[in-house]
């Protein structure tokens, strides 16, 4: 399968503006990727396509241009790559000024002595690609343009420890992975900026300090003159001016944070919020721009920052304002919005153009609401009108507005059509039931069609058809999921079925997972395999003991729903929790009376007494995290009870369902208490380590091995079905072992669960 990974095809709602425009309007690029399984390696292309072929293609006649799929424009290939590193090959490219030239972070299977994630910059005209940095770490970000003399870059920070050395040393608080693994990075990913002449790899210098965060955006914006970057910089700790200041920072997901911090078991919490700061290329020094944190996370995970023509005023978007002024309606207005301005770096004047609401997780019940708008995007038409687009939690459509400067502030505009600075439209088409292609749009004819054909042999596939579902659960709340049909479906027929989870957009194509997820998830694989597919859209992440009661409700009213549609199969139900979602499913399968017949909980966090000692040294809420998840309890004293209780380790006797654990990330993992009791209890589990694995999986042996594992899994648990791939022969002579267990193990946790409904008996 051919995939488009820039614009990432997954998150392509809104994807237009992602399309990769050199300035003049005449080019655009993609990256597309398909996996090689003989080879074990990803095929990368960064393909370059001219505007006028497409323009002359969009207006040709239809009778001519519809007779063969070979007549589509062809992009032009600067660049193939294979690679066996779980990185997308072409990272944060970049039209430089010219339009002839462009930049990108280059993820390529590394020489010896040489580290991948370099800056590369390439010329279209002679086709020729120079290495620009030489950095003993990964980039994550750069900035520069085509009259620089200089690049800024971020790059990340060699976090490993010499403790192995040592004869001894002293733990202190620090994660058992540094123990464990001393050559692991922790305790977190961290990030410093280089400034480095251009012409000089591998000759740079520091600036700055190192910025520890789990959450990096590497957002680098640098001035037309080549002088000043903006960049994101991380607090050390929340200063208490914001925290008292900023009415969100008063929010328990927030405050509760930092009330909690306690150095004798966690490291300080770095990189929660964001700050614009400013780099100045000629002194070689770093600076906040004003006395504020950006709107990252709670007024939306979208930021800008886009330089004014004279390279004296950057419009920043997404960020809330310094509280040093004295009248109080407009403190207020700080203190509860996020807003664009415009900053000049000169006189550090800064001019309001318009404000934005907090995301309403992030409410407080007196935070001051204007709409539920929240920043999405920024343009800037060559006359000088901005375009700003917002977007209201649970619509889908973006809204614009427009604004003008005039007598040296920013006026609202009447609204109207969206400012299109070049003919050519760019974007992707899917929806559920048809794959991404890129869409070419003529703005001044109005004429569109699809100008690729990524995938021919889906023609020669069956797909199971995808609808939209829309029901509440017993409390009332409303939930939505796509439904995905096997091929052959057959009316008053009871299917399997199989809910996956962790998140479901109603306009993109589902073909694995959510977001193009593939850990785990294989929906129109399963479909095809004969079971229906729910992709459910999940609730918030569990964040207390409570929440996981509403995930139940949630699986329990997605399966009487469908049995009340005569479309399944009740007893016939299959569960893949990833991430996030796999501790709740856990606690699905050990309280609810609905039959589960198989699982997969794949690389996630889970709660219990082995993962509390797991959390420690790490950044809050680290152990207390745990302690939420059992109902406020601890592993000792008074609240002993109450915390076994809400472990589900002291409660695996009750799993009825056969269970496949899947882990991609560096050991020890967090479900190993689970995997070892479970097995001590003679139940049906099996544990599998997938080496050298992301959280997302992106090799194509290792996508096959979790895929094609859970569909023989819930094709064997749900139907009786085995492969009769040879090589598969002990995969299922264990399993038929396991179900013999099954039947043994079924009865016992029907027993304890009795027992627990009866204690005194």
């Known amino acids: 399968m051919v995939q488009i990974i820039e614009p990432r095809a997954a998150y392509s709602t809104f994807s237009s503006a992602k399309i990769k425009m050199s300035p003049d309007g005449k080019y655009f690029v993609i990256v597309i990727r398909s996996g090689n399984p003989d080879s074990g390696k990803n095929d990368y292309s960064l393909l370059l396509y001219q505007s006028k072929h497409i323009l002359s293609f969009l207006n040709e006649d239809d009778k001519t241009t519809s007779k063969s799929k070979s007549m589509l424009p062809k992009g032009e290939i600067l660049v193939h790559v294979s690679t066996s590193l ?25 020489e010896k002595g040489q580290t991948p994630g370099q800056v590369y910059r390439f010329d279209i005209r002679s086709k020729t690609m120079n290495k620009l940095t030489n950095h003993p770490r990964s980039i994550t970000g750069y900035a520069f343009n085509i009259a620089s003399q200089k690049i800024v870059f971020a790059s990340t920070v060699s976090k490993h420890n010499t403790d192995r050395t040592k004869t001894s040393y002293l733990v202190g608080v620090r994660p058992m992975t540094s123990i464990s693994d001393p050559d692991s990075e922790s305790p977190v990913a961290a990030n410093h900026f280089y400034i480095q002449n251009l012409g000089r790899p591998g000759h740079s210098q520091a600036v700055g300090r190192v910025y520890n965060s789990a959450v990096w955006e590497p957002l680098m914006s640098l001035s037309p003159d080549g002088r000043r970057v903006i960049v994101l910089t991380t607090q050390k700790d929340i200063p208490i001016r914001w925290r008292e200041g900023y009415n969100y920072l008063k929010n328990p997901g927030f405050k509760n944070i930092h009330e909690s911090f306690d150095d004798n078991y966690m490291i300080p919490q770095e990189g929660l919020i964001l700050q614009f700061s400013l780099i100045d290329l000629m002194t070689e020094e770093i600076r906040p721009v004003f006395d504020a944190p950006t709107g990252f996370i709670p007024g939306g995970v979208n930021i800008a920052a886009h330089w004014l ?51 309403k997780y992030y409410r407080n019940p007196d935070t001051l609401v204007t709409s539920d708008a929240q920043f999405w995007a920024l343009n800037i038409s060559p006359t000088g009108l901005l375009e700003i687009k917002e977007k209201n939690e649970g619509e889908d459509n973006l809204r614009t507005k427009l604004f003008k400067k005039e007598n040296s502030k920013w006026v609202q505009m009447p609204t109207r059509k969206t400012i299109h600075k070049n003919r050519l439209n760019i974007s992707i088409h899917q929806d559920l039931n048809t794959p991404p292609e890129i869409m070419a749009l003529d703005i001044s004819t109005g004429r569109k069609k699809v100008i690729t054909d990524l995938n021919p042999q889906f023609r020669n596939l069956t797909f199971g058809k995808t609808q939209v579902l829309n029901w509440k659960d017993s409390d009332g709340r409303a939930l939505q999921a796509g439904l995905v049909y096997p091929p052959d479906f057959m009316e008053g027929h009871k299917y399997p079925l199989v809910i996956q989870t962790h998140g479901f957009d109603p306009h993109e194509f589902l073909i694995d997972g959510p977001y193009g997820t593939a850990s785990a998830f294989a929906a129109q694989a399963l479909a095809n395999k004969g079971m229906m597919v729910l992709q459910m859209k999940s609730p918030p992440v569990a964040q207390n003991h409570n929440s996981l009661s509403i995930f139940q409700l949630g699986f329990e009213s997605a399966i009487d729903n469908l049995a009340t549609m005569n479309l399944i199969d009740r007893e016939k139900v299959g569960l893949i929790g990833w991430s996030a979602t796999s501790t709740p499913i856990l606690h699905m399968l050990l309280y609810s009376d609905y039959s589960i017949a198989a699982s997969t909980l794949a690389d996630s966090y889970n709660i219990g007494i082995g993962p509390y000692s797991t959390w420690f040294g790490t950044m809050p809420p680290g152990m207390k995290f745990v302690e939420k998840m059992t109902d406020g309890a601890v592993p000792w004293g008074q609240s002993l009870e109450k915390w076994i209780i809400n472990d589900p380790t002291f409660h695996l006797n009750r799993l009825k369902t056969p269970l496949r654990l899947e882990q991609y990330i560096t050991p020890p993992s967090l479900w190993w208490g689970t995997y070892t009791i479970l097995k001590r209890q003679h139940k049906p589990v099996e544990f599998y380590v997938f080496n050298d694995a992301p959280h997302e999986l992106v090799k194509p042996e290792h996508r096959i091995a979790s895929q094609g594992g859970n569909v023989d899994w819930f094709a064997f648990w749900l139907k009786g079905e085995e492969d009769t791939d040879p090589t598969k022969v002990d995969q299922y002579k264990r399993w038929r072992e396991l179900r013999i267990q099954q039947k043994k193990s079924r009865n016992s946790a029907i027993l304890a669960r009795m027992r627990d409904a009866n204690p005194k008996n």
């Open 309 to 359: 023509p004279n390279s004296n005023s950057v419009i920043l978007a997404n960020t809330s304002l310094p509280l040093d002024v004295s009248d109080k309606q407009e403190r207020k207005r700080r203190s509860h919005l996020f807003s664009t301005v415009e900053y000049n770096v000169n006189t550090r004047i800064i001019s309001l153009i318009t404000n934005h609401t907090v995301e």
């Open 86 to 110: 779980n990185e997308s090959a072409f990272q944060e490219i970049t039209w430089l000024g010219d339009s002839k030239t462009l930049a990108f972070i280059g993820w390529f299977d590394a």
